[in-house]
């Protein structure tokens, strides 16, 4: 469906951008609030330090003190050397010898407790877990919404009779946000079990170098119409695909790997039931090439219709690395406001109404219908966070504020009713 500004002009992105800016405002809130916490935790583990390091100074005090008291013999003497009480022995050192016991229990005492209080403090200064709250707002967004220039990839093969089809989306953004995602794919897909290629119109036979035992190899045509396609690999590392002669049980087959986009070349290795070469690969003349990569467009373009079936995030990373170890996630939310940002200030440019984003829809049939936000919903959306949080959203460009309600409204964006022109007909011959 295509998308225009609200002065017309065409809209780069096929999809409804308000909506993602809502949802992606809403991310980087919770990824802020978040940062937040990972303030506050610090800071109760360092009180929790110092509290302990104070107390453990007090205590170190009254062992001088003590120390002081009883002489400057060492007040902690090991268990074997340590005065017992007995029938001999002055009264006077029998007496000293169980003050010395009981001080060094009571110090050693008020030692253990102020440790155990330090470790509980910060045990529940950490078990807040503040990072842990990065990926599942990265998951509720990105499951649903897609961010510009965000390049899918993909894993999958194909059930078994032992199995279910398997399947592992990535995405990679051109700011380094890399992430993972589940996908349940609907019964009724093509991709929802290993398809055949006659089923998807495809007729093909390509020439393969067959290698007998005790004969000189030739050339041997292998025809691919009745085979399925029972693996596929699309990620920025690989791109392969594999042919296989039953669609469940374990057969031979033949992997092809695509040599780098714009590139015609293509390798193919004949692979047995168990996927392990029967011969060493061979490139494809250019005949077989362009078949197969007619092939691989079909392929692919199947297969992209499974991003629309993603359904949680199970990984994300930063530059590399994972958003739930970075130290501060305030950085994801400030790169995800970076990538919206571009896009929220020329919608807000080409938008006529003040305080308002607007983009319109084509219907089809000669109509349009209108979708529009207002500044408001935005910022209505940010107003629980801190005024030096809230200037994040600066790159946005609309956060000249009116006044707000204290509950944030749900992400509606406003449609304005479709109006359909009336139709045409043919005047009657009088």
């Not at 503040?130 to 990926?135: E, F, I, M, T, Y």
Request: with cysteine.
């Amino acid at each position: 469906m295509r998308y225009l500004f609200a002065d017309c002009t065409p809209f780069p992105l096929p999809q409804n951008f308000l909506a993602t800016i809502c949802a992606g405002t809403d991310a980087c809130a919770t990824i802020l609030r978040a940062d937040d916490l990972v303030t506050e935790c610090s800071q109760l583990v360092r009180e929790a330090e110092e509290r302990a390091t104070r107390e453990l100074a007090q205590i170190a005090g009254v062992v001088r003190r003590l120390e002081s008291a009883f002489g400057a013999e060492d007040l902690t003497p090991p268990p074997a050397q340590r005065p017992t009480l007995g029938r001999s022995g002055p009264v006077g050192e029998q007496v000293l010898a169980r003050i010395r016991e009981s001080a060094l229990s009571t110090v050693e005492l008020a030692s253990t407790e102020v440790l155990a209080a330090r470790d509980s403090r910060i045990g529940a200064a950490l078990a807040k877990a503040p990072r842990s709250h990065v990926l599942p707002a990265l998951s509720t967004f990105l499951s649903s919404y897609e961010l510009p220039e965000t390049a899918w990839g993909i894993r999958w093969i194909a059930g078994s009779t032992q199995s279910a089809t398997q399947a592992e989306l990535y995405a990679r953004t051109p700011f380094g946000l890399d992430a993972r995602f589940d996908l349940q794919i609907q019964p009724d897909h093509l991709f929802a079990r290993a398809p055949q290629l006659a089923v998807m119109g495809i007729e093909a036979t390509i020439s393969l170098t067959l290698k007998p035992l005790l004969r000189k190899a030739r050339p041997s045509p292998v025809q691919l119409t009745g085979m399925f396609v029972t693996q596929v690999v699309l990620t920025p590392e690989k791109a392969s695909m594999r042919l296989s002669a039953h669609p469940k049980k374990p057969s031979d087959g033949v992997d092809f790997v695509f040599t780098g986009e714009g590139s015609q070349v293509v390798t193919a290795t004949r692979v047995d039931k168990d996927g392990y070469q029967l011969a060493e690969g061979e490139q494809l003349g250019s005949t077989d090439a362009s078949m197969l990569h007619r092939i691989w467009s079909v392929v692919t373009t199947h297969v992209g219709q499974l991003v629309a079936y993603r359904t949680r995030m199970t990984s994300a990373s930063l530059g590399g690395v994972s958003v739930s170890e970075i130290p501060r996630p305030e950085q994801v939310a400030v790169a995800l406001i970076r990538a919206l940002a571009p896009y929220v200030r020329e919608i807000a440019k080409r938008t006529p109404t003040a305080r308002e984003l607007a983009l319109k829809r084509e219907l089809g049939d000669g109509c349009r219908e209108e979708l529009f936000i207002s500044y408001e919903t935005l910022l209505e959306r940010i107003a629980s966070l801190s005024p030096e949080r809230q200037k994040a959203f600066d790159a946005f460009g609309i956060t000249t504020r009116s006044e707000v309600r204290s509950e944030p409204p749900p992400a509606n964006v406003w449609q304005l009713p479709v109006i359909r022109p009336p139709r045409i007909r043919a005047a009657k011959a009088g």
